[in-house]
């Protein structure tokens, strides 16, 4: 296998990010996860691992930086007080015991004691109170900001509107896990079922959409429930430890989970773990695990936590529960991302407490590695209790009939040739037109960083292509007024307003075409690169392996996937239409050498008053200079805002120019 270049190592970076963001916004905003938690910690995990170890290409939107969360269009923003953090996941007794020995080593102490709670699977809100009354209530969020949902919240008869306790805060937040009772979730589906309706996956993603319906009343007859886990800002109290606290809020009217246990040492916890693992099926709720946290409060401050989570807590997964079934058959399924994924149809089965009949079987290495054939019994679990996988295939009750799963050649969506990466084990579909992801590629292609065509967002893109009105990128510029404005929930001037955003972004710069097309591996980074050296897209088209690799921070995995993408004919009209419509796809700005920044490595930091970060970066490139994420002694300027940080440290250690934003106004002509 060749060795990653640089520039191999930044695009996988960007990758895994833009992933993790993907999945954030599936399990946080569509309430439909792809892929289990064992899997996502996966990639976070390799993420963080990559960050750790290139701190070169380090940024401050990735993911590892931020709660998972987002903010939902449609509800009012609001600020929590304090951070509402994720919790780092263990899936074993030794993690549990590493986390222990963590604390204590922080705490310089050689014995902690903890509260074990029951770790529901709901969604976690914020509650807060004034002088012990109800003030509002709001989502997660991104961790900082989350959405208000206080009328939602109040159809929820656990939520005191105020407290039962001549004790009052000055101000609390309250904060608690809304949840949906299995067996309401069960009536639900069936509601649904009889309508037509999609099913929610389970009960947490239930309990998320109940959340965010505009109607309070259709919230009201979902029936969710809510149990108190814990606080943020309190002000005009005096709690010592975590156990004091629930027992304050128990006490001041809200529920709190009675299934929880103050606990010694770290083998107390496994106890307890252990003691519910098989019990939890009989609670009327569903959980997934503990969560474990160090009971004194002052131990949690000095603990303290990263830009992520709490260094004080920890949440343990209990193991999956495993049924055996036989494979039926082994379907297609084309992902959002062209990838080809093999999905096995079984003979229905029950496992934590719903029936299952497919399982994703991921790549045909896994298929390899498991030796599945269609036919086979299988172990299958629910990892997470979301999404069924096969574990592995009960070979010794073989009888000769069972048949091997066939690697397609073509995608069974479109008919095009599919790709397997060298650096990967997908198999991929990179045709820009293939119906399946389409609505997914056109976001992308609309989105701020590309195209940035204004208006043409979720909602827009799924009537669009629902009505069969786009099919490919180029279908967009066909649209009309008049044929905009017959679709739902459209006005004439909305329509006209969508209608001159696309007009608008037939002139964007080359770059933003070239990311907007989709290309694996091609961000915006590398995208600016290969404009700025082909200036046109038909020369980037007709490019060879060996040219690529030529250019700096091009390397081979990002050569072989520009390959693939110019070398599928679909792709190829898909462009001819683009530029019949108008869209431009020539570089028409002046010459890199006389740009006032031509060939400079520029760094920001800070927070400038002028400029997003976007916007100077995209600024930068104009004007021939290449931004980047980190200070080193190849920096040629580094410009500086409001709050620099480090990084303003380090170039002045280095010799490196540094410039306040006023000045490199001046340098540019701007002032």
């Not at 050689?110 to 209530?137: C, H, P, Q, T, W």
């Not at 299958?380 to 009960?394: D, L, M, N, Y």
């Not at 696309?502 to 290309?519: A, F, T």
Request: aromatic letters at 6%.
């Amino acid at each position: 296998m060749k060795q990653k270049s640089a520039s191999d190592i930044r695009n996988e970076i960007e990758s895994l990010r833009s992933e993790i963001r993907r999945h954030n916004e599936l399990y946080y905003l569509q309430n439909a996860p792809e892929i289990t938690d064992v899997e996502y910690d996966k990639l976070y995990k390799r993420l963080v691992d990559l960050e750790k170890k290139y701190p070169e290409f380090d940024a401050q939107d990735s993911p590892t930086k931020k709660v998972g969360g987002m903010v939902q269009e449609g509800f009012k923003p609001v600020k929590h007080m304090i951070p509402m953090l994720s919790m780092d996941n263990t899936y074993s007794h030794e993690e549990l015991r590493e986390f222990d020995k963590r604390v204590k080593k922080g705490l310089g102490l050689d014995g902690v004691e903890y509260m074990a709670e029951m770790k529901i699977d709901g969604i976690s809100v914020n509650l807060l109170y004034e002088n012990g009354r109800f003030v509002r209530g709001a989502t997660r969020g991104d961790g900082t900001t989350g959405d208000d949902i206080s009328i939602n919240l109040m159809t929820i008869p656990r939520i005191p509107r105020e407290f039962e306790n001549t004790r009052l805060p000055k101000v609390m937040e309250v904060r608690g896990e809304a949840y949906m009772p299995r067996k309401r979730f069960i009536a639900l589906n069936k509601e649904r079922e009889k309508q037509g309706l999609p099913l929610f996956a389970n009960p947490r993603n239930a309990a998320a959409g109940s959340l965010k319906l505009l109607d309070a009343r259709q919230t009201g007859q979902r029936h969710l429930d809510m149990f108190i886990w814990g606080a943020g800002r309190i002000e005009g109290l005096n709690i010592k430890t975590h156990k004091d606290l629930l027992e304050y809020l128990d006490d001041s009217g809200f529920t709190v989970n009675p299934h929880r246990k103050l606990c010694s040492s770290i083998e107390d916890v496994i106890k307890f773990c252990d003691e519910w693992q098989d019990k939890r099926q009989d609670l009327p709720y569903a959980t997934d695990g503990m969560v474990i946290k160090v009971n004194d409060l002052k131990y949690q401050d000095r603990l303290g936590a990263t830009s992520k989570s709490p260094r004080w807590q920890i949440a343990y997964k209990f193991p999956a529960e495993q049924a055996v079934t036989r494979i039926k058959e082994v379907r297609m399924q084309v992902g959002r991302t062209g990838v080809i994924t093999p999905v096995a149809i079984m003979e229905p089965v029950h496992i934590s407490g719903t029936t299952v009949s497919r399982a994703s079987l991921h790549n045909f290495d896994e298929i390899e590695r498991l030796g599945v054939m269609i036919g086979d019994l299988v172990y299958v679990e629910k990892s997470g209790e979301i999404i069924p996988k096969v574990i592995r295939v009960a070979k010794e009750k073989r009888n000769g009939h069972e048949k091997a799963v066939r690697m397609p050649e073509l995608c069974p969506s479109c008919s095009s040739k599919l790709y397997k990466d060298t650096e990967e084990v997908a198999l991929r579909c990179v045709n820009v037109s293939c119906p399946e992801g389409l609505k997914q590629k056109i976001l992308h292609f609309a989105s701020r960083d590309a195209m940035d065509i204004e208006g043409m967002g979720d909602a827009v893109v799924s009537m669009l292509v629902d009505k069969k009105l786009v099919k490919d990128f180029s279908d967009i510029y066909a649209l009309t007024a008049d044929t905009v404005s017959a679709l739902e929930r459209f006005s004439d001037k909305s329509a006209s307003n969508l209608i001159s955003a696309v007009h608008d972004s037939k002139n964007r710069d080359l770059y933003r075409l070239v990311y907007g097309l989709g290309i694996r591996h091609v961000g915006t980074h590398t995208a600016w690169i290969l404009a700025s050296h082909f200036r046109a897209i038909d020369s980037l088209a007709g490019v060879t392996q060996e040219e690529l690799l030529k250019i700096h921070e091009i390397g081979p995995v990002v050569a072989e996937s520009i390959q693939q993408f110019f070398g599928t004919p679909q792709n190829i009209d898909v462009i001819k239409k683009l530029r019949s419509a108008g869209v431009r796809t020539e570089d028409m700005s002046v010459e890199n050498t006389e740009r006032l920044l031509f060939g400079k490595t520029i760094v920001v930091t800070g927070t400038l008053s002028s400029y997003s970060r976007n916007e100077i970066e995209e600024l930068i490139r104009k004007l021939g200079g290449n931004p980047s994420g980190s200070v080193s002694k190849k920096t040629d300027l580094l410009v500086y805002g409001a709050e620099p940080g480090s990084k303003l440290d380090k170039a002045r250690s280095l010799g490196v120019r540094a410039v306040d934003e006023t000045e490199f106004k001046k340098m540019i002509g701007e002032i």
